[in-house]
């Protein structure tokens, strides 16, 4: 080989190695830098996003604007804790306590949690679209205006909550206990109900087009005031002498429905 191609081969293999140790020296300072963010003291907008903090115990604290994107949260504690804003989209929460938390306009974009737990916390205008927050508790929660859509809730518990405004169109609720919930304006378009609890329910306003409701039990629930209900839909519902139909709407002959111990 001439000595002139020889130099060029030289010259090529330096800036091949020139690279390869600038790349191996990016991946270390922003590697360092990701592991020193997860560092971070708690506070008000810290950035915890893709951290694992699992186990965490953070109760009373201060945690508004918070950033948990894609983090890991199973089985910690935010009791009492202000995480209004904050951002924990496609965070894992499985058995995770928010009890008595503010988490006002918080972001559950896809976040999975599997018996979380949200009972009387502040909700308001929360977005859980798309969420797996199966067997959760939401016992008297304030989830006036939240976004449960297309969110999977089943066999959760929304006893006593207030979820006035709230969209849940698309969202699989089979099996949901809806006791003595404040429902007013609740959007229910096409969602899953099927043996849902709402006897005794007050449905002033709420969307019920298309709404699956088998064997959804409507016993001295008020669906008078009901938007987009129809014979199909009642039919396959139970309820009995005490429930409230729409005009035009007839109590089917089925009801009151047998015991369901499926």
């Not at 191609?5 to 590697?31: D, P």
């Not at 945690?63 to 199973?74: A, E, I, K, W």
């Not at 849902?196 to 019920?208: E, H, I, K, T, W």
Request: proline share 2%; charged share 20%; aromatic share 8%.
């Amino acid at each position: 080989m001439s000595p002139n191609r020889l130099k060029m081969s030289a010259g090529m293999l330096g800036k091949g190695c020139g690279l390869l140790a600038g790349a191996w020296l990016a991946v270390m300072v922003f590697g360092s830098a990701a592991e020193a963010k997860c560092q971070d003291a708690p506070g008000p907008r810290v950035d915890w996003a893709g951290c694992s903090k699992a186990r965490i115990m953070l109760t009373g604290e201060d945690l508004s604007g918070t950033n948990f994107h894609r983090s890991l949260l199973t089985l910690s504690d935010f009791g009492g804790s202000k995480l209004v804003g904050a951002n924990l989209s496609e965070t894992e929460i499985s058995r995770t306590r928010f009890e008595k938390a503010d988490l006002s306009k918080a972001n559950f974009t896809k976040a999975l949690g599997w018996r979380a737990n949200f009972a009387e916390a502040i909700l308001a205008e929360a977005n859980f679209a798309s969420a797996d927050m199966n067997r959760s508790n939401f016992a008297k929660s304030r989830a006036t205006g939240a976004d449960f859509q297309k969110a999977e809730l089943n066999r959760s518990d929304f006893s006593g909550a207030n979820l006035e405004r709230a969209n849940m169109a698309k969202a699989e609720l089979a099996r949901v206990v809806f006791q003595q919930t404040a429902l007013t304006g609740v959007d229910f378009n096409h969602s899953n109900l099927s043996r849902a609890q709402l006897s005794g329910a007050m449905l002033r306003d709420v969307n019920m087009e298309g709404a699956y409701l088998y064997l959804t039990q409507f016993s001295g629930a008020d669906l008078s005031g009901a938007k987009g209900l129809t014979q199909t839909q009642v039919d396959m519902a139970c309820g009995d002498a005490q429930t409230k139909l729409p005009s035009g709407i007839t109590v089917p002959k089925t009801w009151p429905c047998a015991s369901d111990d499926d």
